[in-house]
């Protein structure tokens, strides 16, 4: 036997220890009902990819992977496995992408893991420590995601070698770093959020591909101006050309419109930015208004003042716009009014004077 695919169906009870084989190379149980994985086993060196996400595995989460181990892509995602992780994984030295998110698993990351791995996602666990600072010069890391676990210190400097990273999500967690400036310029997605990041933003290179930040709910000062707003072209695109991005796999949690929403994946002209609940002061910058696919943007409870800008009357894909909890000033521009996709608008609690815009969306509020 070489391939095994019963993904997809009710299959309860146990995995059996008879069913690795000895030729074995691609095996597929995921999405049944599966509880635990007899003992003892042996998986076969032949084995290359291996899905056994979103069942109902618990206990220690044990992988023999056999030295000179072919294995290319794990999943087991989605279960209640504990323990740590298992250095045996460090056997699998082409090991390109590793699902182990959505568990119980606590203990620190093996830095051996960090070789040739390009998915790396462990989002929902109970991961301590650091992050290791070991990413080699011919790294190919894209996706990175350790949300939501109790990880601490800061951002790996050595990041700066994966020139391919598009996705970076340590938000949720206990790190305490300045804004990860070295970070590739390929990015798409940079999330922060609730953790202990502090200092002035203050970054000289360009990202050209950025579409969602959420740096929200850390210690970010300064001026909002010392962002490279201009530069984030992507933030720019008109219209919905059909191209969407990370589908495979792809889990990302933003709270939008008031809510924590999953998403399992974004087009290219979708754009998020929330700056929210840091203490950020000074003025809105005016080229805000040019991020003309911007979906979601959160300033809220900040420090800053100065007029809303005029310009924010260009965001025409604009579907929610919090400003609260700051000290703002004027009035708010009768360019809002304009809007015709604006759902949530939140600017209580600033020093906001004068008449409320008509029209369109403004309508609709209570």
């Known amino acids: 036997m070489e391939t095994l695919d019963l993904s997809n169906n009710q299959i309860g009870g146990e995995i059996p220890s008879w069913i690795w084989g000895t030729q074995l190379e691609y095996m597929d149980l995921s999405f ?22 979103s069942n109902q595995l618990t206990g220690e989460l ?9 294995l290319v892509y794990l999943s087991i995602s989605n279960n209640s496995l504990s323990g740590s992780i298992p250095t045996s994984l460090c056997n699998a030295k082409d090991l390109d992408i590793l699902y182990l998110s959505e568990n119980k698993l606590s203990g620190g990351i093996p830095p051996c893991l960090f070789e040739n791995i390009s998915i790396f996602h462990m989002r929902q666990n109970n991961i301590s420590g650091i992050i290791p ?11 990175f ?23 970076m999500d340590v938000g949720n967690n206990n790190m305490k770093d300045t804004f990860p400036c070295m970070l590739s310029s390929t990015l798409r997605v940079l999330i922060l959020n609730s953790n202990k990041f502090h200092g002035e933003v203050r970054c000289h290179n360009s990202w050209d591909f950025l579409q969602i930040v959420d740096i929200s709910s850390n210690h970010f000062n300064g001026s909002l101006e010392s962002f490279n707003f201009s530069d984030w072209s992507a933030m720019t695109l008109q219209g919905d050309d059909g191209i969407a991005i990370f589908r495979n796999g792809f889990v990302m949690t933003l709270n939008m419109k008031g809510m924590n929403l999953e998403l399992n994946g974004i087009w290219n002209d979708f754009s998020i930015i929330d700056l929210s609940s840091n203490n950020f002061q000074g003025e809105i910058p005016n080229v805000i208004g040019n991020l003309t696919s911007l979906h979601n943007l959160n ?11 005029r310009s924010f009357g260009q965001l025409s894909h604009l579907e929610s716009l919090d400003l609260s909890g700051n000290q703002l000033t004027g009035p708010i521009p009768m360019e809002l009014g304009e809007l015709t996709f604006l759902e949530v608008l939140n600017l209580s609690h600033n020093k906001l004077v004068g008449m409320i815009p008509n029209g369109h969306q403004f309508q609709t509020f209570s």
């Open 32 to 53: 049944n009902r599966l509880t635990y994985v007899q003992k003892p086993y042996h998986m076969s060196a032949s084995l290359r990819e291996l899905y056994l996400q």
């Open 62 to 70: 044990h992988l023999p992977v056999p030295l000179a181990s072919n």
């Open 133 to 143: 600072d070991n990413f080699s010069m011919d790294y190919k890391l894209q996706y």
């Open 145 to 167: 995601n350790l949300n939501n676990n109790t990880l601490e210190g800061r951002i790996p400097r050595s990041l700066e070698r994966c020139w391919l990273l598009k996705f």
């Open 299 to 309: 300033f809220s409870h900040n420090a800053l003042n100065g007029n809303i800008p």
